[in-house]
């Protein structure tokens, strides 16, 4: 694992404290996924999720202009998430069910650790089903790719190093990396479009 | 080996994924910040590239897009009801407390707000007054010189705190811009000051007692 670097969402986080909602967008596409997944592992309620997250994000939007860049933007907005779903807990008077793993991922600013974790309570039949669909699409996409891309995609997703790291480690230009990174992504994204049951670009 | 990118939309799109990983230059940035806004398919994109990684990470994260977008939409419509953040500017001439307090004013209403500029410059008329009289009467008379001095170290406080270009100029500035009616004014209150000093000197007055008394 990489050194801890500049946050990789400083640019779209300074966007948004001069006034782009539209760049705060960005981030919830981004950050939307796990921390449903956190919030679903604190509550019981698999309904409560999306509510409970949808509020964690607003509540990060209204504290944006105070956050100092202290720590990753994700680690704040762990942080957020976990305190927003304990008071929807207290509020409602229930008790929170958090597993170890979620109480050992709150220091976690690491946005590329790989983490094996039993499925959360919201996974239905279907959803999981689902789920093994695409996660087998990427990896047979991942497995189709050329040597080079499939280390570059690698290096940067799993190892989470930056490019400049993945250039000294592959012996080849920044630029190239870049490139590398960007054509294994075009890939992927091209085996899975058939999943994501949209055209490219509706209701984006 | 290098790829070369001459379609514009490949370009932009290689912009994009830098943006993911942290890796875009300013102009990048902010060429898939505008693309965000009008460009359907760059978002869709942008999506693609992070529900990518994050399937590559852990299988668990492979939610149907369908959820992902209804929740963006969703949270688009609270968003709309939200006021526009703006994170206050940094200067160099703002020390942070100064800021703190400038932010507090612009939050307290508008009442407050209307009576922060007038009280701004007044403050500043009142260390401007002051320098005035300390640059044009030379030493003043031990009575009255410490309380001036402190009235104008609290009035250039005063002043940082609401407006704190106002109170930098005219502390930075030593040669004052005479104003004739504000002499006069000040000079009236120079005077009305002494005279009443004078009538109750020893109210007032500060004398140096020696230890045995005198």
Redesign the interface.
Known sequence: MTAAG???????VE????????????L???Y???I??LIGRMVRDVDLV?DI??ET??RA??A??QFRGDSAFYTWLYRIAVNTAKKALVDLKRDPLVTDAALAGSDDDDE??????E??DM?TPE?LL???E??AT?NAA?EALSE?LRQA??L???EGL??EEIADVMN??I??V??????A??A??LR?RP????R????? | ???S?DDPNERR??QL????????D?AE?RAS?EG??D???L????????????????????????H??A??????G??AK?P?????ARTDSVVPAVASAGAQLAVAGGRRQRWGAPMAMAAGVMVTGALVVMSSSGPQPTVSAGPVALQVQTGAQTVAAVGPSVGASAVQVGDMLRNPELDRYLNAHRQFAQGSTLSVPGGVRQVAVTPDGQ
């Not at chain 1, 500049?6 to 779209?12: E, G, H, I, R, S």
């Not at chain 1, 490219?200 to 984006?204: K, L, N, T």
């Not at chain 2, 994924?17 to 875009?24: H, N, P, V, Y």
């Open positions: 500049p946050d990789v969402d400083a640019a779209l966007r948004v404290k001069q006034g782009d909602v539209r760049a705060f967008e960005m919830v596409v981004k939307q996924r796990r449903e997944r999306p997250a949808q994000f607003i939007y209204r944006l202009p590329t650790s790989r983490r094996t974790l499925p959360s996974a959803a689902a789920s093994k695409i996660a990427v991942i080079d995609i690698t940067r997703e799993i930056s490019y080849c230009p630029g190239t870049r490139s590398r990174i960007f054509r992504r075009e992927i994204a899975l999943l994501l049951d949209t490219d670009g509706e209701r984006w | 080996m290098t790829h990118v799109w290689l994924s830098a943006l993911c990983d942290g890796e875009a300013t940035a910040f965000w806004r460009d359907a398919a978002r869709a994109r942008w999506h693609s590239y992070q529900w990518i990684g994050d399937v590559m990470r852990s299988d668990d994260l492979a939610s149907a897009a369908e992902d977008q929740f963006l939409l969703a949270l688009r609270r968003l939200e526009v953040v703006l994170a206050p």
